[in-house]
């Protein structure tokens, strides 16, 4: 026996704090109408965790406390205590004793304790779920209620006996897991659109990373090749200079000597007897030539610099060619696009006007040649950058050409002073005496000046166009340092080296026909080009998005597994339980079926009854479904308890048609039949013998001590022969205070009692 007393105080009719004991396995409580015998199954429902204020007779917390009478005071709170021996630990909790308890204050405030511990009211339905003393009540039968089973829907019936035969538990497994489950669906769901949502912008980082993946490859066989080639280019252009410098020397040291040599002879034709018209014309022829000499030089220099441009931009519109045959870049005038914006604009208005899906297709592929014309235009078209560098190359040949002809001209000019002076010089040689001395030697003077500015002249147009040279190999240099950064470029320290990888000294280096530079140069601008078509920058910050949103990507998609394994094993679970569920309830059945059989052949000499599995369809599908002529699905069907009775000796089809004793009858062999498979701690039957007549009073009787073999029952009743099977008998009455009083009696005394 597992059930010791329970203390009731301030609930219902109960005041002061009231103790019911149950020594015996049957105890039954007897009294006259209205004396609050069935507030005491109701304080069991309440201190066990009934939540349904309508099973306790009440709207709110506040109806379940003593509210006062004529004569007595209301209580501000109702409370209930249930002692259980637990020494043989059919409760899961490590105590001999377990006292619960719940207390409900006028706010409605409910507690909950368990031995002195306040707790959770799940605590209380789990730890009692676990001794079959479930929450649907099952074990205890209210009046008027003992046929609800019959009453029941086939549906609310299967619970019933599920949970009588302590099935609920699964079932409570069974939903958790599914709640789990339908959870898991959803996180699986947010995983995965999370993961659509940040894959176009991952495969977007995918491509640019590739990108800079390569573009570092090729920087790094860019700079190899820009260290070789600008180390080339600046020993060659070093060598140039000194060369050049080494050239000038010498006809420079002379000419300032000649120079001299040309004032000190001047000086002296200027003069005296020398100061005649000979010696002012050959001054006049000197100085003329001077100038014009000077002026071509200049303007030589000029042009040796113009043509060292001119190579440059040669390069560049090439250079410039190749990219726009690639198509990395191509220019478009903004006033072209804004042409294009327009016309499309005007051809969609078009289309929203339409209403006919034919013409809005026509509309429509409109737009598309639009667009397609605009694109081959364009792709034929040269593009502004290309006539730019046109223009560069245009102006720089005028002005090439220009300089030509002036400094033609000059050098006509020069050959007309030189026949001036050849034919001076003649007339002067003609004399073969002394008195011509000093124009002599200032013809003499003149020829080699002029020999050695020749010499000068050539190599200072040489030295302009290294100059040139020199300021394009400083701009190159600029550019190899934006390309592949400032301190990669270290050509200085670079050495260059043949076949063998013996280094090459500059007069090794220089030997090299230019060509192969320029092929060099060539491979550089290859390169270069893809380069840009790639994009620049050294993406730092592109690698590292690219690193983040790859990562949350792993971490989703190992999440994404984690959840799908759960929601596997999930599923796992559910059928595992619905196929343990399925056969305990099944097996649970066939049991029911032989005791409820006797049961019922006990209670009506003979008969037959039984239960069934029946498979009902979905009411609001149902007709539907017939309608369209389908098979319903198995989710959209549900099995459900029948109740079959074949009463001897008559045709009975259906419940419905039995008498209400029959209804009771049957009601209790089921009942019964259900406690005896599975029993429960204890059972609370308040008049469920209220219809039996004396001699199914006395099978009733014989039926309650058999029950009570396996589970402690307590019963309310107005039946002598039912208080004549229990071992102890409450006596309760209710005075002109409203009070019920409890008192302990004999068979004799409840019988009077109860009357
Ligand atoms: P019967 O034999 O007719 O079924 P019973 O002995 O089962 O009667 P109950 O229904 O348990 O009687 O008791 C009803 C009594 O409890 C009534 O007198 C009712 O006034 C009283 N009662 C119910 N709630 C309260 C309350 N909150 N405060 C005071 N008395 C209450």
């Given amino acids: ?303 040796g610099r113009i043509e060292g441009q001119l190579v440059f931009e040669e390069r560049r519109r090439i250079l410039e060619a190749e990219k726009q045959k690639q198509g990395v870049h191509k220019m478009v005038p903004l006033k072209e696009v804004e042409e294009l914006v327009g016309n499309i604009k005007s051809d969609i208005e078009k289309v929203q006007k339409q209403t006919d899906i034919s013409k809005v297709k026509t509309a429509l592929s409109l737009v598309i040649d639009t667009l397609k014309q605009f694109l081959s235009i364009r792709r034929t078209a040269g593009s502004g950058e290309e006539s730019s560098f046109k223009r560069e190359l245009e102006t720089l040949s005028n002005t090439k050409e220009e300089l030509e002809d002036y400094v033609e001209r000059l050098a006509k000019e020069e050959d007309n002073l030189m026949k001036a002076y050849e034919s001076l010089r003649r007339e002067v040689e003609a004399v073969k005496d002394e008195s011509r001395m000093a124009e002599r030697e200032m013809f003499h003077i003149m020829s080699e000046q002029s020999e050695l500015r020749g010499k000068l002249n050539m190599t200072e147009a040489l030295e302009e166009r290294v100059h040139v040279e020199r300021e394009n190999f400083e701009r190159e240099i600029t550019e190899a340092r934006v390309l592949v950064g400032k301190a990669v470029i270290d050509f200085l320290d670079y050495h260059v080296v043949d076949k063998e990888g013996n280094k090459l000294d500059r007069a090794a280096i220089v030997k090299e026909p230019r060509t192969v530079q320029e092929e060099r140069r060539r491979a550089i601008e290859k390169i270069k080009i893809r380069l840009e078509d790639v994009g620049g920058g050294t993406g730092d910050d592109t690698m590292t998005e690219f690193k983040e949103a790859k990562e949350r990507d792993d971490f989703l998609g190992r999440e994404l597994e984690d959840l799908k394994a759960s929601a596997q094993s999930l599923g796992e679970l559910i059928s595992e339980l619905e196929k343990k569920l399925d056969v305990q309830f099944k097996e649970g059945i066939s049991k029911i079926n032989a005791v409820f059989q006797n049961f019922f052949s006990i209670l009506f000499d003979g008969g037959t009854a039984h239960l069934s599995v029946v498979k009902e369809l979905r009411r609001a599908r149902l007709s539907e479904e017939l309608e369209a002529g389908e098979e319903a699905s198995p989710e959209e069907s549900y099995e459900g308890i029948e109740v079959h009775v074949n009463l001897p000796h008559k045709r009975i089809k259906g419940l419905e048609m039995l008498s209400g004793g029959e209804r009771a009858l049957t009601s209790i062999a089921l009942l019964f039949a259900m406690s005896q498979v599975n029993p429960p701690p204890f059972i609370i039957l308040d008049e469920t013998d209220a219809a039996l007549d004396e001699a199914n009073s006395r099978k009733y009787g014989d039926m309650i001590e058999n029950l009570s073999k396996s589970s402690q029952l307590i019963l309310i009743t107005h039946n002598r022969e039912t208080m004549s099977r229990a071992g102890v008998l409450y006596g309760i009455t209710m005075g002109s205070d409203g009070v019920s009083k409890l008192l302990s009696v004999r068979l004799e005394e409840a019988v009077q009692t109860a009357k």
């Fill in 1 to 303: 026996m597992y059930l010791k007393k329970i203390e009731i105080a301030g609930f219902k009719s109960f005041v002061k704090k009231d103790v019911l004991s149950f020594t015996s396995p049957i105890s039954a409580i007897v009294g006259p109408n209205g004396s609050g015998k069935s507030n005491i199954a109701e304080a069991f429902r309440f201190v066990l965790g009934e939540q349904s204020m309508k099973s306790m007779r009440g709207r709110r917390g506040e109806d379940l406390i003593f509210n006062g009478s004529p004569s007595i005071p209301r209580v501000n709170r109702a409370s209930v205590k249930v002692f259980f021996d637990n020494s043989k630990r059919f409760l899961d909790i490590d105590y001999d004793e377990v006292v619960i308890e719940r207390t409900v204050h006028r706010d409605g405030i409910n507690q909950y304790i368990i031995n002195g511990s306040q707790v959770r009211l799940k605590d209380v339905i789990e730890l009692l779920a676990h001794a079959n003393i479930g929450s649907s009540g099952h074990h205890i039968i209210s009046q008027g209620e003992s046929d609800r089973i019959l009453n029941a829907g086939i549906r609310e019936r299967r619970e019933m006996i599920e949970d009588a035969l302590g099935l609920k538990i699964f079932q409570y497994k069974k939903q958790e897991s599914e709640r789990k489950l339908s959870k898991t669906g959803e996180n699986i769901a947010q995983v995965m659109s999370l993961r659509k949502e940040i894959s176009p912008h991952l495969m977007f980082l995918e491509r640019q990373v590739k990108k800079i993946e390569k573009s570092f490859a090729m920087r790094d066989e860019v700079k190899e090749l820009y260290n070789e080639y600008l180390k080339r280019e600046d020993e060659y252009l070093k060598y140039q200079r000194s060369r050049i410098e080494q050239e000038k020397k010498e006809p420079a040291k002379k000419l300032i000597h000649l120079e001299r040599k040309l004032a000190e002879t001047k000086e002296l034709l200027s003069q005296g007897e020398h100061g005649d018209k000979k010696g002012r014309e050959v001054i006049k022829i000197e100085e003329d030539l001077g100038i014009v000499r000077t002026e071509k030089d200049a303007k030589s220099r000029e042009l």
